[in-house]
């Protein structure tokens, strides 16, 4: 210990004289002491050169929040002059400088100065000059919490305000903080805290604010005291409500059962204390209370056609009501294969629409390829379905007829069947032969309504 010190001095001092650096010849591991009441506190000291080879003079003085200043030790290697005010209060650490208060009291706060003059042996007339303060606080531990409400009994919600409240009997400087189920609250708009936090009032209170309340009372010397939980019970409701129905199937406000069927409703909102339930039936021009509780039962063989049912729940304590009306269908709804077919008929919309959508390509695709052999299309269809056409229908005579004789003359005038096709597609590259064809076409058509005319006068 005393050859490392010896060391440090060494480095310390080859420094101090080649720089004329401050090194530090004294330590203090801490500046602050949070001090109990009543306990006695050792301002430490740490020196780190040898004491032997050293003479030293120094003093500890205290200066008080209100700024008075007192000089409490006075000492040299040799000698310790402790101020006879504090001579049973102070205890002056002979080789180290420490200093320890006996009993700390409330007067003991305020800051400690130490002030040391080292004069080595073998540098006399170097003296070296050492100050530190040291802040020390004195505080009263802190007694478990006491946590109150006012009012004490269950209130209503957006009806009532509450106010909490956390006291310690003993403690200084006491922090309070509040949690609710264990989760620190902070301040909002309904949540208003006093200026030390040791009281909190909830304005207006609401669903969110049930639960179970602790303070923890907290300061310097105290870890946070955790006081006995509290139980804030809020009314409210009902909220959310709803009808559930295991059986049936469910469309919206509709419920369908199949004819025979045994089917429960349940009927279910949010509330404190829990709602009581009635079950009202619509079926007829005057509603009719069923039942009561939150179950329905309903045989679907008594029900001659749709019937409208209503649940109401009732909050007897927030006297708010809420209610949720159904219609109840009987019908077949089949069984699961049927709805498995069902299911896949359900894919068939998209198959449709492909096969639509093919089949539209499809026209078009023939459609395009016809037009390019536009002619082979007109002289065909004339001669496939002419003739036919002629055949089924009775003879008849009118001008309304004649546009459909058109066609007839054409036919005439090409030579054969085979012949006709190949001279319609031939004649996509030769466009005289199809001006030709047109010419002829035109031809017939001038010569046509000469005949009806006749019949017309007739
Ligand atoms: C200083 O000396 C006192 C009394 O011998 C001792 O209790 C204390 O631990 C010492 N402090 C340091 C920092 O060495
Ligand atoms: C609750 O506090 C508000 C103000 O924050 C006040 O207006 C209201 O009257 C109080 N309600 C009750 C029931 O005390
Ligand atoms: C409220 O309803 C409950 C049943 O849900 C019943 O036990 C209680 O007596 C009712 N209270 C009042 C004040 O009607
Ligand atoms: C139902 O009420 C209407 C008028 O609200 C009335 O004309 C009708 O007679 C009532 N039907 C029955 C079955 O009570």
């Avoid at 409210?236 to 059986?247: I, R």
Wanted: charged share 20%.
């Amino acid at each position: 210990m005393e050859a490392t010190g010896r060391t440090a001095l060494h480095v310390c001092c080859v420094l101090f004289f080649l720089t004329e650096a401050s090194c530090e010849f004294i330590h203090i591991p801490s500046l602050v002491h949070h001090g109990i009441e009543g306990k006695p506190l050792l301002l430490s000291v740490e020196t780190r050169f040898p004491l032997d080879d050293a003479e030293i003079q120094g003093t500890w003085s205290h200066t008080r929040p209100s700024g008075s200043r007192t000089t409490l030790v006075t000492f040299t290697k040799e000698a310790t002059i402790t101020h006879m005010m504090y001579r049973d209060h102070l205890r002056f650490e002979k080789p180290n400088v420490s200093l320890t208060i006996q009993k700390l009291g409330q007067d003991d706060e305020g800051d400690y100065h130490l002030s040391l003059n080292i004069e080595f042996h073998n540098k006399t007339g170097v003296v070296i000059k050492e100050e530190r303060t040291v802040r020390v606080t004195v505080d009263v531990p802190v007694s478990s919490p006491v946590i109150e409400k006012n009012p004490t009994y269950a209130v209503v919600e957006d009806k009532a305000n509450v106010t909490l409240t956390c006291s310690t009997q003993r403690g200084t400087r006491v922090v309070f903080q509040w949690l609710r189920d264990n989760i620190p609250l902070g301040p909002s708009d309904r949540y208003h805290f006093s200026q030390d936090n040791a009281t909190l009032l909830i304005s207006p209170v609401r669903k969110e604010d049930k639960g179970t309340y602790h303070c923890v009372a907290s300061n310097p010397v105290s870890p946070g005291r955790h006081s006995r939980s509290l139980e804030l019970n809020v009314y409210y409701g009902p909220y959310n409500l709803e009808v559930n129905s295991d059986q049936g199937l469910r469309t919206g406000e509709v419920f369908t059962i199949n004819p025979g069927q045994l089917v429960f409703f349940e009927c279910q909102a949010d509330s404190n204390p829990p709602n009581s339930y009635v079950w009202i039936s619509k079926s007829r021009n005057s509603t009719k209370v069923i039942n009561e509780g939150p179950r329905l039962e309903v045989l679907s063989y008594r029900l001659a056609q749709a019937e409208e049912y209503l649940c109401r729940a009732f909050n007897n304590v927030t006297e708010k009501q809420d209610e949720a009306q159904f219609t109840l269908v009987v019908a077949s709804l089949g069984t699961g294969k049927e709805k498995h077919t069902q299911e896949g008929s359900s894919v068939s919309p998209l198959a449709a629409i492909t096969v639509c959508s093919l089949f539209i390509i499809g026209c078009m695709l023939l459609f395009f390829l016809r037009r390019t052999c536009h002619p082979k299309r007109v002289l065909m269809g004339i001669y496939n379905s002419r003739p036919l056409s002629e055949q089924k229908r009775p003879h008849r005579s009118g001008h309304e007829d004649a546009t459909e004789d058109f066609g007839i003359y054409e036919f005439v005038s090409i030579p054969g069947k085979m012949e006709s096709a190949q001279v319609s597609c031939r004649s996509l590259a030769h466009l005289e032969s199809v001006q030709d064809m047109h010419t002829t076409i035109y031809d017939v058509i001038r010569h046509v309504p000469e005949t009806p005319s006749h019949s017309l006068l007739k």
